[in-house]
C-alpha cells in the first residue's frame, strides 16, 4: 500500500499545476501534436516542452512520430480514466 500511495502522490503532484491539468485533459481525447496542445492549452512552445519533459520522465505521457511531427498521448491507463473522470465532473455540464 505504501508504494501505490507514493505512486498516487506523484500523478497528483502532476495534476496540481493548472496547465499541467489543462496538457493531459487535451490528452485525455486522444493523441495530439505539439502544435495542437499550443493552441488547445495556450502555452508557450517552450514551456509546453518542459511540461511534456517533465510528465515523460513520470512515465504518464508517451510520443510517438507521425511524419514529421511528434505526437503525445496518455501513456498511463490508469491516468487516462482518471483524466476522463475529472472531466466529466469539473468540465461538463
Request: aromatic share 4%.
Amino acid at each position: 500500500m505504501a508504494a501505490r500511495s507514493e505512486a498516487a502522490a506523484r500523478v497528483l503532484k502532476q495534476l496540481a499545476h493548472p496547465r499541467r491539468l489543462r496538457l493531459l485533459c487535451s490528452l485525455a481525447e486522444g493523441d495530439k501534436t505539439v502544435g495542437e496542445l499550443e493552441r488547445l492549452c495556450g502555452v508557450s512552445q517552450s514551456q509546453l516542452s518542459q511540461f511534456l519533459g517533465r510528465l515523460r520522465g513520470q512515465g504518464l505521457v508517451a510520443a510517438r512520430r507521425k511524419g514529421r511531427f511528434v505526437a503525445y498521448r496518455i501513456a498511463e491507463p490508469r491516468l487516462r480514466r482518471l483524466m476522463r473522470a475529472l472531466h466529466a465532473i469539473f468540465c461538463a455540464g
